[in-house]
């Protein structure tokens, strides 16, 4: 069987070009023993989402052991019960690789009547390296503003060092991260060019997001892996949700949802529409020419074809408008600029589990993204228009096999890309300066790798991996990254110790600047070289401490990037084209507290990043004028020394709840620096009601003391940026069988 698998999988790799997938399934599996530690075999052994109705069911063997694969990312409550024995149940959360081993120390039934005892969840993985958050729809619905279309609030709100400036998404100092969806990576190789949303958050059951210690699997954005498990269906039986909402700003974000499933078969659909007359963070703070709206589509299909066999697919469309925000002198002097964005995707997986300790997936992809700027007729000195589609097609596999103290993961990705963009240039000055260009660029990235978590003993798992990587466009690069880390479980107090080294490559844009455009630039004093791969090291090590139901995760690492990305503008024509910086160098402290059911109604999560984000020496590639460099570090024009989050989530009486979230930073660098903009604290308030099964209304408020503020006043996207003003909304959900 084992000849039988390795030949398969050689034959895969041999028909598909090989860059690495992740996939949101673990492994878990347990032993089930009596009060003397004697295994016990035939036990009933369930294990069943908390959120939905998907379920498994198996039997302890001779060696009191039993396994489940393909379980997919999220809560879930195993239980076991066996003849004469009380039955027990432990609540897990299950992570995209991981592979826990419960222990069931069953003791004997009284003799009345059976007791069924439950365990304290388990809440820290003492097999894995990596830092990682998991949040649940549910968290998503009620932290003030998450849910909306737009919004980032989901990431910022509990992932430390994370937060929006000039309109971009950061985390630990970088922006480029990389987004799956149903462990399916949904590639895109551009930096800011885009705002719009890729999905809308109102259609995840959960999602996991990593900042460090990564697998081998995982590459090319790497600042920050956000993993979305979207709705299935198992958790509705022939049901819709009706979301309606408004709120000041004119502001609309709605939303009808249906699906439902057999023990085959699963599906989920959603159409939905936003609009707000504050789209993006303003320049004054003055809400002028803010328009922004969009609408979009997401569907989920599930079909257990076998019990060894089940296909995925996953699909989403969106289109997006927005009017770029102008000052009170550009609206007064006729400027209208706006942007449109679109973006779809769509993937399918075939899971197929050849026994319970091996699975091997395959993923077909397909992404496109449109960014299209186009400059008004008041633009002064000239009227740009920026327009790139993206076209992206891949395959991406991975063979797991979880066989005694081993984990390992072997898989591969390939990817090409297509792009078209088109520039224009119109000068408003009389010069007469008029210029159209297109372009018309390929590329492709292929990836293989190979990992394996290694368990050592019962307190030591060593996790080591490599990853290959060739990237094929205006150049070609090679690329070879080690990965290895160890997880050490203190005994008795079972606190976590974890290390991590590792190497990463991402793979640069394709963008270019040749022809009239080229010339203009050199006429400006600019030039575009060759851009180039960033390179990143990074070293990473904290502890995870577990008490009577909490965790404390404290973490400190170190990241030194060379050709770090970053971008610019072209003069005054709007048009932002990527660039590397020589070197840069981010380090820190991150801590995150959650805390379980507090009195039976509350719940906290705390997150805190101390950090500098530095970089240093002369532009290497992209748009550059040359200048010469600083001889020594600067602050990148998105570092922020101090993050702060919290969010107190609490359950009031009456089927009622509310959910306070508070948001501290210590401000951008100011300028050029080395000062910084001051020091902010916002808070963010929603309150929420259930009348029964069907109705339920909910109350947000978003920076609710109405503070305004200047956010950044860096060169980029759309300019300067205030904080957004308050914004309150009131929403109503109507669910419904059909």
């Known amino acids: 069987m084992r000849q039988r698998l390795v030949c398969l999988y050689v034959l895969l790799l041999l028909l598909f070009a090989t860059r690495a997938g992740a996939t949101i399934f673990g492994n878990v599996r347990g032993i089930v023993h009596d009060p003397q530690h004697h295994p016990i075999a035939g036990g009933q052994v369930s294990i069943r989402a908390v959120t939905s109705a998907w379920s498994r069911l198996t039997q302890s063997n001779p060696d009191g052991e039993f396994e489940f694969n393909a379980v997919p990312l999220g809560e879930y409550k195993v239980e076991v019960k066996a003849g004469g024995f009380a039955p027990l149940t432990q609540q897990i959360t299950v992570t995209s690789g991981s592979a826990p081993i419960l222990h069931f120390a069953l003791t004997l039934a009284g003799t009345k009547e059976e007791v069924q005892v439950s365990a304290s969840p388990v809440m820290v993985s003492v097999e894995s390296s990596s830092t990682a958050t998991v949040v649940s729809r549910k968290e998503i619905s009620r932290t003030p503003g998450a849910d909306r279309t737009n919004s980032l609030a989901l990431i910022a709100d509990y992932v430390p060092g994370a937060y929006v400036v000039h309109d971009q998404l950061h985390v630990r100092g970088g922006h480029q991260v990389s987004w799956l969806v149903d462990g399916v990576a949904v590639p895109n190789t551009n930096i800011a060019s885009n705002v719009g949303p890729q999905f809308d958050p109102k259609d995840v059951d959960y ?11 995982y590459g090319d954005r790497t600042y920050g892996v956000f993993n979305v498990v979207p709705r299935t269906g198992f958790e509705r039986n022939n049901q819709a949700e009706l979301v309606a909402s408004y709120g000041n700003f004119n502001e609309t974000n709605d939303q009808l949802s249906f699906g439902s499933h057999t023990e085959r078969f699963a599906y989920y659909g959603s159409v939905n529409g936003n609009r707000t007359d504050l789209g993006l963070p303003t320049p004054t703070s003055s809400v002028i020419h803010d328009l922004g709206s969009g609408i979009g589509g997401f569907g989920s299909l599930v079909y257990n ?9 996953v699909t989403s469309l969106r289109k ?13 002097n006729g400027i209208r600029d706006r942007d449109r964005e679109s973006d779809v995707f769509a993937n399918f997986s075939w899971v197929h589990t050849f026994s319970p300790a091996t699975m091997l997936t395959l993923s077909p992809f397909y992404h496109f993204n449109r960014a299209d700027f186009a400059g008004g007729p008041g633009d002064t000195p000239v009227i740009t228009n920026d327009n790139r589609a993206s076209n992206y097609f891949g395959v991406q596999s991975v063979v797991s096999e979880v ?17 078209n ?22 590329g492709n990235v292929e990836t293989l790798f190979l990992e394996d978590e290694f368990k050592a003993t019962s307190w030591l798992t060593v996790n080591g991996g490599v990853r290959l990587t060739r990237f094929s466009g ?6 070879a990254d080690p990965r290895v880390g160890a997880a050490i479980r203190i005994p008795h107090i079972n606190w976590v110790l974890r290390g991590y080294y590792a190497r990463y490559y991402q793979a640069p844009p394709l963008d270019t600047v040749s022809g009239p455009l080229l010339d203009l630039a050199l006429q400006q004093g600019f030039a575009f070289l060759p851009l180039h791969g960033e390179r990143d090291e990074q070293h990473d090590f904290g502890i995870t401490v577990p008490f009577r139901g909490w965790k404390l995760d404290v973490d400190n690492f170190r990241t030194g990037a060379r050709n770090f990305f970053d971008h610019d503008v072209l003069g005054n024509s709007n048009i932002f084209l990527p660039l590397t910086i020589q070197e840069a160098r981010i380090r820190g402290w991150e801590t995150t507290l959650r805390s379980p059911q507090i009195f039976g109604r509350a719940r906290l999560h705390f997150a805190y990043s101390h950090q500098y984000t530095e970089g240093k020496g002369a532009v290497t590639g992209g748009l550059t004028d040359f200048s010469p460099p600083d001889c020594c570090y600067f602050f990148l024009d998105h570092d922020q020394r101090t993050t702060l989050s919290s969010v107190l989530s609490v359950t009031l009486p009456w089927h009622a709840w509310s959910t306070v979230a508070v948001l501290y930073g210590s401000g951008f660098v100011n300028g050029d620096g080395p000062d910084h903009l001051p020091a902010r604290t916002t808070a963010d308030l929603s309150l929420g009601k259930s009348f029964g099964e069907s109705w ?11 503070r305004r503020f200047l956010l950044d006043n860096s060169n980029t996207f759309g300019g300067t940026h205030y904080a957004n003003p308050r914004q309150v909304a009131a929403e109503i959900r109507y669910r419904f069988h059909y």
């Open 474 to 479: 205006s150049l070609i690069e090679h690329h």
């Open 207 to 217: 999602v996991e997001m990593q900042t460090g210690g990564y697998s081998a699997e």
């Open 421 to 442: 963009s088109r520039f224009g240039l119109q000068a408003t000055d009389g010069s007469g300066l008029a210029l159209s260009q297109q372009e018309k660029i390929s």
């Open 696 to 706: 339920s209304i909910a109350v947000t408020a978003l920076n609710l003391a109405n």
């Open 320 to 332: 997006d408008h927005y009017q770029i925000p102008n000052t009170p002198d550009d609206q007064a």
């Open 403 to 419: 066989a005694g103290r081993h984990n390992a993961r072997l898989g591969f990705s390939v990817f090409g890309q297509h792009d």
């Open 305 to 313: 074809a076998t019990p060894s066999d089940q296909l995925r697919l």
